[in-house]
């Protein structure tokens, strides 16, 4: 749980975005397709400290104004370098991401969200966890790759050995997982996708370890199975 002052922060700059998908478009035309100006930029911090009121609370509309005309005038002054010239933003960081693809997944249990606003948001979710579960592809790829160059076809082996192993079933029950499963793993590997593909084998390779040919058959274990 977030300390009261960061999570205040990010109700605050939650509130702001929200404020700015309202504004018109002449706007906020200088913000769009630059939606991390206002999750790094230090500016926007100070435009809702700007409009707090005596009660701490803050006037989301009136800040989100202040940054749309900031940047318009940034943009009027600098043209595309406005929003790459030195200081800024702060080095963007993973962690800056993440806070903005949890801001998002926020604004679809939003009450205050309208329809509108979730829609945006649901795209934008929807197209990182495209790209996420693309890339876990690949690293699943990777690893059967890695797993078959482990072994050298040119030395003997015995009748046994030609079946695969239990690694290299749970690489193709991983590769073969549907897409909704695929997306839990990348979030349960904090979106890193070579983490999510890692824990996807070892589930799947605990699973035909646990319970044989059945979790393989089945994916699943049942009650029956893990009371034995």
Known sequence: VPPPDVARSERRLLALEREIRRLPKSQRKALEGHQLNYVTCPHANMFLEQEENDDRSIDAAAAARRLGRYWESRRGLFGSGAYSAPGTHPKL??????????????????????EAEREDASRLIESIHRAKVNELNHRLQCIREATTDAFNPDEPRIEADTEQTPKEIAISMATDSPYELKVRFVQAGDMIED??????????????????????VKRAATLEEMKD
């Open 195 to 216: 983490a999510a593909a890692r824990r996807m084998v070892r589930y799947f390779e605990m699973g035909l370890y646990l319970f044989g040919d059945n979790f393989r």
């Open 93 to 114: 960081v993973f962690r800056d991401y993440m806070r903005y693809y949890k801001r998002n997944l926020a604004i679809l249990d939003d009450p205050d969200a309208d």
